[in-house]
């Protein structure tokens, strides 16, 4: 637990060490503006981190959310521009069902059909894209096509919180505290942390991982419609290679990809942070080609400094359980 | 190899050559030597960087970071390009740099024992945002007419295929050759299925497995950089997003050939008809104007098909078993 | 035999994986207040009984009957509710989670919002642990933690769910003696609240200690099941043999030779410490002591195959690099290791491929390998030793245990080493093929080849052996000769009370 405790707490030192560092070079990165922006930024990618920290955590992994929320993302569009009184819950109860029924199908074919979660949702990234783009062709939904109400709900506040963040941090809070404190998180730790002994322990596996998958896909629908309402531009290539950043922010936010351990708020951070970073280089000036090698070279160290607590710790244990 | 995949293979060859006649025969152009030429110039980044794809994916591992190694030996390219370096030397520093991404990959794979999966799509983002910094988003054009010529061009001394056979299809079949012979007929081949198969019963018979996926990574960079060298001076332009996505298609293609994803299985042949499928399929219905995006679909089905289909088959053939074994203990 | 109703039967089960025949037609009964033994040879289908009784197998034919109901488990979920708890011989914890965690995986305590309640759940681990009169941290991750303490939380894990049926299947293998006698304890006073014990060891003493029946099988049979108190050990032995000791283990007797190996002082921290010993031409020379003791440790060091820290080894006199099988191989050592599956065999490979994998570079011509080579050398090393198999391009997954391990030896004979260690070289094999194993590896011996053997099966460990090094918790307890080494001075030397 207290090495969990410093895994997260190291992300949190590397956030405010960069916040610093941008604000004594450009007071202006801490103006209520620029908070504002991040945390919109920040709002879509952790929706889909929470969701994909579930799947890695059982040891799996869910590459088709860019193509989730593409999918997710023109049918909500498309909804609203054809019925635009339709009020925003419908469009978010759409966007999650759309998520969920994709979602599904992954979840089956790894456990019913046992094909690795790799190979599914790499297939499922392309068909879940292949779909939208035949259903969309060329088109695509302009802003002026959807009512009002959609498009505001992105810049709206509840209490001067905007709706949009707030909803990221009900679903990464809520996510952590069921993983934390309900039996079917620690199930699903379970199940990462040693897939035969979770089958001998009696646990339900099979529904345990559908709802792992079908969260992860639910999610990714959500920041869909999220995402039809922030740029009110959707097209079928939307989230395209979104599933790289969502992958990342997970593993940045210290969830082992081999399952078991690892945080959702963590993966939440990790999203902040990755957001963080490309609006600090483009407060301090520097070239913008560079955020994507950080966030590389970041994942990298990441998974580095991961393996090293992982050996000095197993190295400690051995030497406690030698003196006895 | 079980002979469950092995059938996988042969359908997997045998639906490939079924669906290159159909095509020749229903679609308008598909069998003419201008679009033979263009096919095999399509299919020539996958198949190469499929090769040792293939070895790696054998030994239970996987390299993300192919497409964005290609993109930055094509960034690199225009860079040194701009500053004078010639052609001549551009090429093997290319390729050198290309094996020297692939040794970072397997340094921090086999020495610092990480998962490929996470390192490599660490290294995805990494070198395709070095390609960025290198070049932005310009590009480089104007390089020597003699090179460009050669990758788009046909053979000519062979005048009674009047033109129809590329160079770079030479440059296919040798590596092809080359990569087949390695992983089917040699030592190293032998190694490469044990340590997919089963990595501790390799260590136990004495093969170096570390240091057999390290040089497999090396070789995976260095064509990784040859086929970013060859992307550039097809398309006459170096620019840092050459090829991105790549990485998707060439994995998608492997294990369409039948290729275990756990590693231990596939065989090469396999491989490069699940290329050739994906690529005439992605021809055919281009000629037919149905938008290649939408070819998705297929291509993400048969992925998924190519592990569902032997999963089924092997698990009604069990339950048949267990099924006669009850009725004969019944009676 | 039926004075109370039984609380579980098995009744005429049947199973088989591909063409082996685990387990054929065994039925015995458990009764509430009783502990059970079950005993036979390694590979005699214990652990697949344990297994279907968890519900992680199903019968291929026959039933399970609780308190004369069929049972049909469909996962292990249906006997845990059925009230069946299991420890398995490898412990099944989750090594990132807490100790505690692992106890109350799926009873946790919840509070009134459905929420688990930690500090119950680590009140509960502690209790247990009490309970067992060990100190463990319940707020620890249990990986890292030693072979006896996971098998004391499963055990806790065992207790905690309160089952009316407890199945052990070798729990006591990693344990000190301590350790044991408060276990025994603890599982006597759950038998005398009426829970029905399944008892599964190798040791006799504790199986006359604690259980008032046993039951017999062989090589996947039902042979007997009787009263403890019926039987002396000597004819437990004989019926899960099934033949006379003396007929089993044919060791010739051979002048040794020069010395081959000389292990000196060599230590790995934490795992063994300044082990010693020397090997000569046509001796077999064998490493005993209990699971966990370190012996496959050893000799996977000697080999190369694991890293040491300290120490030296020399083959006929030349030092061996470290950490490398391939200088052991060249120097004319072959290591055939403990788990058949994991280090032995490719199982997905051909039998062909399985056999040829340390030689192919010798194979190869201009580096080249075409199938005629591998194909003739696998020829004729399986029939050599006798392998019945389909065809050498078969996976080698398919063939029974026994043939699995002559593929093993195949392989490692036909590299002509010099020193072969072999590493429990008839775990789970059927008995005509044990029989066989030893015969060979005594004329292996006759012919001048040193011979390293691990192995748990004391009696094979005295036919065989010209000399035990007997380790004890990663040292050198006692060095025994052939003439000195009895089932009870090994045993001592093995449990650390060689004043007894």
Redesign the interface.
């Known amino acids: 637990m207290n090495l969990l405790k410093t895994r997260e707490l190291g992300i949190v030192l590397a956030l405010a060490a960069l916040v610093l560092f941008t604000t004594i070079s450009n007071p202006r990165f801490l103006s209520g503006q620029s908070i504002r922006d991040n945390l919109l930024n920040t709002a879509i990618l952790a929706v889909m981190a929470a969701g994909q920290a579930v799947v890695v955590i059982t040891r799996n992994i869910d590459l088709s959310v860019g193509s989730v929320l593409g999918i997710s993302a023109f049918a909500v569009a498309t909804m609203m521009s054809d019925h635009p009184g339709l009020p925003m819950i419908v469009a978010i109860l759409v966007g999650l069902v759309v998520g969920a029924a994709a979602g599904l199908l992954n979840g089956v074919l790894v456990r019913y059909g046992k094909v690795p979660a790799l190979v599914v949702t790499l297939g499922t990234l392309y068909m879940y894209r292949g779909i939208t783009y035949s259903w969309a062709g060329g088109s695509q939904v302009n802003a002026d096509e959807l009512p009002p109400h959609f498009l505001n709900f992105a810049n709206d506040n509840l209490l001067g919180v905007p709706w949009l963040v707030l909803i990221a941090l009900v679903v990464v809070g809520g996510t952590s505290w069921v993983m934390r404190n309900y039996r079917v998180g620690r199930e699903l730790y379970a199940m990462g942390s040693s897939p035969q002994a979770a089958e001998l322990a009696g646990i339900k596996v099979a529904r345990n991982l559908l709802g792992a998958f079908v969260l992860s896909g639910a999610l990714a629908g959500l920041a869909g419609v999220l995402f039809a309402a922030r740029f009110g531009t959707v097209d079928a290539s939307a989230g395209t290679g979104y599933e790289l950043n969502v992958v990342a922010a997970v593993v940045v936010g210290g969830v082992a990809v081999f399952g078991g351990s690892g945080t959702v708020w963590g993966a939440g951070l990790g999203a902040l942070l990755l957001t963080v970073i490309s609006s600090a280089l483009a407060v301090l000036d520097i070239n913008q080609f560079w955020q994507q090698a950080i966030v590389g070279a970041l994942i990298v160290l990441a998974i580095g400094a991961d393996r090293l607590v992982a050996v000095r710790i197993a190295r400690s244990l051995r030497k406690r359980d030698a003196h006895v | ?2 002979r469950k995949l092995a059938s996988w293979d042969t359908a997997i060859i045998l639906l490939t050559v079924l669906v290159l006649i159909i095509a020749s025969l229903a679609v308008d152009n598909f069998g003419t030597s201008r679009n033979f030429t263009f096919m095999v110039l399509d299919l020539l980044p996958i198949i190469l960087v499929a090769l040792p794809m293939t070895f790696i994916i054998v030994t239970g591992e ?1 390299d993300l970071s192919v497409a964005s190694t290609l993109g930055l030996t094509s960034s690199l390219m225009g860079w040194f390009w701009n500053h004078g370096l010639s052609i001549e030397t551009i090429i093997p520093l290319c390729i050198v740099i290309g094996a020297v991404a692939g040794a970072f990959n397997g340094f ?1 794979i086999t020495g ?4 490929s ?3 490599t ?10 390609a ?2 290198v070049l ?2 310009s590009a480089v054009a104007d390089f020597p007419f003699n090179y460009t010529g050669w990758v788009t061009g046909t053979l000519s001394w062979l005048p009674w295929l009047d033109g129809a056979v590329p160079n770079v299809l030479i440059l296919i079949v040798v590596l092809a050759l080359i990569f087949g ?1 390695i992983l089917h ?3 190293i ?3 490469l ?2 340590i997919g ?2 990595a ?9 497995v570390a240091r057999t996926k390290f040089w497999l990574y090396v070789v995976s960079g260095a064509v990784a950089g040859l086929v970013g060298v060859l992307w550039t001076l097809r398309y006459s332009s170096a620019r ?1 997003d050459n090829g991105a ?1 790549l990485e ?1 298609a060439v ?2 293609a492997v ?1 369409l050939g039948g290729v275990s ?2 590693g ?2 596939g065989s090469l042949p396999g491989v490069l008809a699940g290329v050739v499928l994906l690529t005439a399929l992605q021809n055919a219905l281009r000629l037919e104007d149905v ?1 290649g ?12 098909l190519s ?2 289909l032997p ?2 088959i092997s ?1 009604i053939r069990g339950n048949w078993q ?1 099924r006669k ?2 009725q004969s ?2 009676s | 035999m039926a004075e109370a109703a039984a609380l579980l039967e098995v009744h005429d089960v049947t199973k088989s994986f591909g063409a082996v025949a685990a387990v054929q037609g065994v039925s015995f009964p458990l009764y509430g207040g009783e502990a059970h033994a079950l005993v036979g040879e390694n590979g005699a289908g214990k652990s697949t009984i344990v297994k279907m009784l968890a519900g992680v197998h199903r019968p291929d034919t026959g039933t399970l009957r609780i308190e004369h109901t069929d049972v049909d488990f469909t996962g292990p979920a249906d006997a845990k509710a059925a009230g069946i708890a299991v420890i398995y011989q490898e412990p099944t914890l989750f090594p990132d989670l807490s100790v505690a965690e692992n106890i109350a995986m799926g009873n946790q305590p919840l509070t009134r919002l459905r929420q688990i309640d930690r500090p119950a759940t680590h009140a509960n681990a502690e209790r247990l642990f009490q309970r067992l009169g060990v100190h463990l941290d319940p707020t620890r991750p249990a990986r890292g933690l030693s072979i006896a303490d996971q098998q004391l939380v499963e055990i806790a894990k065992a207790l905690s769910s309160e089952a009316r049926i407890l199945i052990m299947d070798e729990p006591t293998a990693a344990l000190s003696a301590v350790e044991v006698a408060r276990l025994f304890a603890v599982v006597r006073s759950l038998r005398d609240e009426g829970a029905a014990i399944l008892f599964i060891s190798h040791r006799f003493e504790e199986i006359t200690e604690l259980c008032q029946r046993v039951t017999i099988m062989r090589d996947g049979k039902h042979v007997a099941t009787e009263l403890v108190a019926d039987l002396t050990v000597d004819d437990m032995i004989r019926r899960m043999v099934g033949r006379d000791l003396s007929a089993l283990f044919p060791k010739q007797e051979v002048a040794p030779g020069e010395v081959m190996l000389e292990v000196s002082g060599l230590t790995r921290e934490g795992v063994f410490r300044d082990i010693s010993f020397t090997v000569r031409a046509g001796e077999i020379v064998a490493l005993a002591g209990l699971v966990g003791a370190g012996r496959s440790e050893v000799v996977q060091a000697v080999f190369g195959v694991d890293p040491y820290d300290s120490g030296t080894v020399r083959v006929r006199g030349r030092s061996l690099k470290r950490g490398s099988p391939r200088a052991a191989m060249a120097a004319g050592l072959a290591l055939v290791p403990e788990d058949r599956r994991q280090q032995g065999l490719v199982m997905e490979l051909s039998i062909e491929r399985n056999v040829t994998l340390p030689r192919a570079r010798k194979l190869a011509r201009l580096g080249l390998l075409f199938g005629g080579a591998e194909r003739k050398a696998a020829l004729t090393w399986t029939q050599k030793l006798q392998t019945k198999l389909g065809s050498l391009a078969d996976p080698v997954g398919t063939l029974s245990g026994g043939n699995q391990q002559k593929v093993v030896l195949a392989k490692w004979l036909s590299t002509s080493p010099q020193l072969l260690i072999v590493d429990e070289p008839t775990r789970g094999i059927d008995v005509g093929t044990k029989a066989e194993v030893h015969r060979l590896m005594s004329s292996l011996a006759a012919d001048g080849l040193a011979v390293v053997m691990v192995s748990s099966e004391l009696p094979e460990v005295l036919g065989m052996a010209d000399r035990v090094v007997v380790l004890r918790e990663g040292r050198v307890a006692a060095v025994l000769d052939r003439a000195e080494a009895t089932e009870e001075s090994v045993m001592y030397a093995a449990m650390g009370q060689g004043a007894a």
Request: proline share 3%; aromatic share 6%.
């Open positions: 190899m079980s996987i921090l610092l024992g990480l998962p999966l996470a390192v799509i660490g290294t995805l983002a990494l070198y395709r945002g070095l960025l910094v932005g988003d012979v007929a040699t030592p081949g032998r190694s299925y044990a198969a089963n501790q019963a390799a260590h136990f018979a004495g093969i170096r840092a996505g998707l994995v998608a294990l994803i756990f231990g299985k938008s995006q939408a070819l998705n679909i297929v291509t993400g089905a048969l992925l998924v592990v569902l999963n089924v698990s267990r074994l009850r203990a019944a």
